[in-house]
Nanobody
Framework: QVQLVESGGGLVQPGGALRLSCAAS????????MAWYRQAPGKQRELVAI???????NYADTVKDRFTISRDNTKNTLYLQMNNLKPEDTAVYYCVRPTGEYWGQGTQVTVSS
């Protein structure tokens, strides 16, 4: 079955960086668009970034120029490089396969001094 397992979250100071990874299994990774979503306390889930099969990407305005989504189809892995992190980036981050609405369990990112 489809499995999405995130890793790489943690506590980081404002201005710091983290790289999230998502190991995908149970489906042909390279033929699906993939995305990262996040949910902050008391807020709705929001789309952070999406990467198409073609490699094309789109970002939320709030993370543009700071975050980079990428994929390694040889490793069935999705990444999110997050730079210049801000306290408002604090959230649980989810790896998502939009087709079929498959979600990982999430990984916590906390940005605080």
């Amino acid at each position: 079955q489809v499995q999405l397992v995130e890793s790489g979250g943690g506590l980081v100071q404002p201005g710091g960086a983290l790289r999230l990874s998502c190991a995908a299994s149970g489906f042909p990774f390279l033929i699906y668009n993939m995305a990262w979503y996040r949910q902050a306390p008391g807020k709705q889930r929001e789309l952070v970034a999406i990467i198409m099969v073609s490699g094309g990407t789109n970002y939320a305005d709030t993370v543009k120029d700071r975050f980079t989504i990428s994929r390694d189809n040889t490793k069935n892995t999705l990444y999110l490089q997050m730079n210049n992190l801000k306290p408002e980036d604090t959230a649980v981050y989810y790896c998502v396969r939009p087709t079929g609405e498959y979600w990982g369990q999430g990984t916590q990112v906390t940005v605080s001094s």
